[in-house]
């Protein structure tokens, strides 16, 4: 009898799992050009906020015989009032808008799945904390986050708790429409019928339901947190000043912007560009993840 070669049969295997990936990912890469390259432009500012103490000097280094230094060899993006490297603080802020929106596109993605899952299946839950969440809407997030970090003061943490607030609202209206429309399919009833117990059900029939509309949410979260950071910052109640935010190098170079541009320039356009590409990377998850946009494309 012939014997088999169970290394190369493995290794055969592998290398067709291999081209199976490969293949399957240059398909996705075809169809989802957005994903793709909004996605990357998102990982190279992980990166950077990664590695920012070795792309870039101290930020807080004060050098006042160099101050309003135009952008250089030296500087490459100048200098603020006090002397300060404008890339080092630039590169520095990406880590604090990276920062607070991905928490708070998280927290409160988290607490809004589990408010929006009790709301939308008990009913007496349902009239008791929708109420709450419309008086939560009826409130501008930018006035609710104002007056969070004014009882709670200014700090990084203070400013993801008041952002995170306002967003909780959102998601659970979310979640609550998709577990309406869910709970009366003939699956949730026939789970139900053989005695599936309540967290059961959650999690396991309407739970999976929910993860695409509210990974789409969770960017769109994300892009308006970061905005709502720099705008608290620039006003002054958000993080301290001495932390290199893009919120607070804006705030302090408006003073200067009619001579001396690049102060409000570098930092305006990095969140520009932060919060287009977290913008488009939710319209191409969207576009992937909703059957019937995904076949209209093919």
Request: charged share 15%; net charge positive; hydrophobic share 50%.
């Amino acid at each position: 009898m012939a014997t088999v070669d169970t290394a190369a049969v493995s290794a055969s295997q592998d290398q067709l799992v291999g081209q199976d990936t490969k293949r399957g990912f240059k398909e996705f890469a075809r169809r989802n050009p957005t994903v793709m390259i909004s996605g990357s432009v998102l990982l190279f500012m992980v990166f950077v906020a990664i590695f920012a103490p070795f792309l870039a000097n101290d930020p807080m280094e004060l050098e006042p015989w160099n101050r309003l230094k135009p952008p250089s060899g030296d500087y490459w993006f100048g200098t603020d009032h006090l002397g300060r490297d404008a890339f080092a603080r630039t590169v520095y802020g990406t880590r604090i808008s990276l920062s607070v929106g991905l928490i708070v596109a998280l927290a409160s993605s988290g607490f809004g799945l589990i408010i929006g899952l009790l709301a939308g299946y008990i009913r007496m839950v349902d009239t008791i904390v929708m109420r709450v969440m419309d008086g939560l809407m009826a409130i501008p997030s930018i006035l609710f986050a104002i007056a969070l970090v004014a009882l709670m003061g200014g700090s990084v943490q203070n400013v993801i708790i008041a952002i995170t607030v306002p967003e909780i609202p959102r998601v659970v209206r979310l979640v609550r429409a998709i577990v309406l429309s869910i709970r009366e399919m003939p699956y949730v009833e026939a789970a139900i019928a053989s005695g599936t117990r309540l967290p059961g059900i959650l999690i396991k029939h309407i739970l999976p339901n929910t993860f695409a509309p509210l990974m789409v949410q969770a960017t769109y979260i994300c892009g308006s947190a970061v905005i709502l950071e720099a705008l608290l910052s620039f006003l002054g109640a958000g993080t301290p000043p001495e932390i290199p935010s893009w919120g607070n190098m804006i705030a302090e170079g408006r003073v200067y912007f009619q001579f001396k541009s690049w102060l409000i320039l570098f930092p305006g356009v990095c969140l520009a560009i932060m919060v287009l590409t977290v913008n488009i990377l939710g319209d191409g998850l969207r576009d992937t993840l909703d059957p019937r946009i995904a076949r209209g494309m093919r």
